[in-house]
């Protein structure tokens, strides 16, 4: 404590961070002014506080997941449904603390920063894991990419079979297939794709909060209101009987009842790009970690109250997406507008997600054949109405279309919403949240092979594999189910 007593009072007639240049001969020390907007990484000062950093982290976390959840509560009952949430959360909450401590390698205070997660993966545990690490990671993103594409279909139909339904009077049920809305939203994003980093728009993230607090806001709303009309709290303490499914049905939906939870908190892969936006003093670390019991308060709550009052309106019979399940019919324009707010969060997030994957593939072509004509060729091409003319490359056009077409195809083969859902957050549940995170506290702070600390972390490590083995097997197990049930590109809803 004594020691920032110091460099704080040192501050205030000393140029900022002096502690970094004392080793330097003293001629380094740039003007004074230099120093007020740069940190010791050479980067813009940072400026996040701890409510930026809470607000970044839950519009990372508040978004399609929270859908899912009425369901996922409907599978496991009144007892267990909470309880499995409190326990992901607590799981999550405690792995960001370990994960704040990987931003800077070595001293938590003057290490050297990592970006990215993987940037972290990789200076702190090294090559092998680091690209086992990237597979898991760009697996996780292109799953997401054909999740959001099924999900944003799913809520275009709904907006028009609501309306359908609105004119005949409920009369008409109202069938249609699914495979027109993918590949509209597909073409959007094929073009949306050759906007080179579309990610890093500075409004895009703005709209996609904005949206996703829309509906889950909605979704909340009217699972209160359905409650007040029906008089009573539905559902049931062991959750769907049964009767209504069969025994093993039963069994893996459970299962992938907590994929589906899982994939609500799954964000750790975002966390150190947050803590790069914080700025320090006090060390970035103990910051983000005041952030993630903030955000993670507010996610958990926010969850509960979508998913409980979602089961409560439905009882057993919860639709497996809370606002297209038709549990709603009115008032129509109200369940329009959430699901249209759905459909802009998913376009703009689906590219987020993309983004990471094409400047991999990007950099990973450039660096094999350097001298290509057809990679780094660039064509202009004059738009009208835009100054500048836009530069495309035959290449990046191809393979990035290409991404889009594959992700589509596959939503088109298998469009099971909770399924694929739970597939994601199975595959980066253990890995991205739980294992690599304990793997670089135990080497960033050395914990001593079976020590109770280290013991502790494994069971953790291993308690959380089996659950993510388990809702992998579920959600497999239930798209094989569905198979069965609906034929490949033709199904109707």
């Known amino acids: 404590m004594g020691e920032t007593a110091a460099a704080n009072n040192h501050r205030h007639h000393h140029h900022h961070g002096h502690q970094v240049f004392d080793v330097a001969s003293h001629d380094v020390v740039p003007p004074q002014p230099a120093f007020k907007c740069f940190d010791d990484d050479g980067r813009l000062k940072r400026t996040g506080t701890v409510w930026t950093a809470s607000a970044h982290i839950i519009t990372a976390v508040i978004g399609s997941g929270v859908l899912s959840l009425a369901w996922a ?26 994960l704040s401590d990987c931003y800077r390698t070595g001293d938590a205070v003057s290490g050297k920063r990592n970006y990215t997660y993987m ?13 086992i690490c990237g597979l898991i990671q760009y697996l996780n993103l292109f799953g997401i990419a054909i999740g959001y594409t099924i999900a944003a279909s799913i809520s275009m139909m709904a907006i028009k079979r609501s309306n359908c339904f ?30 080179p980093d579309f990610d890093q728009i500075w409004w895009i993230s703005i709209v996609a909060a904005v949206m996703s607090f829309t509906y889950s806001a909605i979704g909340l709303a009217l699972g209160i ?53 914080v700025r320090s003093p006090p060390a970035e670390s103990k910051t983000m970690k005041k952030a993630t019991k903030i955000s993670i308060a507010v996610t958990t709550i926010f969850y509960m109250l979508c998913g409980s009052m979602g089961y409560a309106a439905f009882g057993d019979a919860a639709p497996g997406n809370l606002l297209t399940g038709f549990g709603f019919y009115n008032p129509f324009w109200l369940l329009d507008i959430a699901n249209a707010a759905i459909v802009v969060h998913l376009i703009g997030a689906y590219q987020v997600f993309a983004q990471p994957i094409f400047a991999f593939i990007e950099k990973s072509v450039a660096e094999r054949y350097p001298d290509n004509d057809f990679l780094s060729k660039e064509f202009e091409i004059k738009i009208p109405g835009f100054k500048s003319a836009y530069k495309a490359n035959v290449f990046r056009v191809v393979y990035r279309s290409g991404f889009v077409v594959t992700t589509t195809v596959i939503s088109m083969l298998m469009p099971f919403f909770n399924d694929v859902v739970g597939i994601l957050g199975a595959l ?10 304990v793997e670089m506290y135990i ?19 291993v308690a959380c594999l089996v659950i993510s083995v388990v809702a992998g097997v579920g959600s497999i197990a239930g798209v094989m189910l569905d198979l069965k049930v609906y034929k490949p590109f033709k199904s109707t809803y």
């Not at 309880?83 to 370990?98: C, G, K, N």
């Open 166 to 195: 609105h004119k005949s009077g409920g009369k008409d049920p109202c069938h249609m297939s699914s495979n027109p809305y993918m590949i509209a939203f597909g073409v959007a994003e094929i073009l949306l794709s050759q906007v």
């Open 73 to 98: 509560i409907a599978q496991l009952g009144w007892i267990a449904g909470p309880a499995v949430m409190l326990l992901f959360s607590f799981v999550t909450l405690y792995s960001s603390t370990l």
């Open 428 to 437: 980066g549940f253990w890995p991205l949240t739980v294992y690599f995170p």
């Open 119 to 131: 940037d972290a993966v990789r200076s702190i545990l090294g090559g092998f894991k680091f690209k």
């Open 225 to 277: 209101v359905q409650v007040a009309a029906n008089g009573v709290f539905k559902g049931s303490l062991t959750g769907i009987s049964i009767g209504t499914v069969t025994q093993t049905q039963k069994i893996w939906r459970t299962f992938q009842a907590l994929g589906d939870i899982a994939f609500a908190y799954s964000y750790s892969v975002v966390l150190i790009e947050i803590q790069d936006t």
């Open 443 to 461: 080497k960033q702070r050395k914990v001593e092979k079976w020590s109770t600390r280290w013991v502790c972390l494994q069971m953790l490590s």
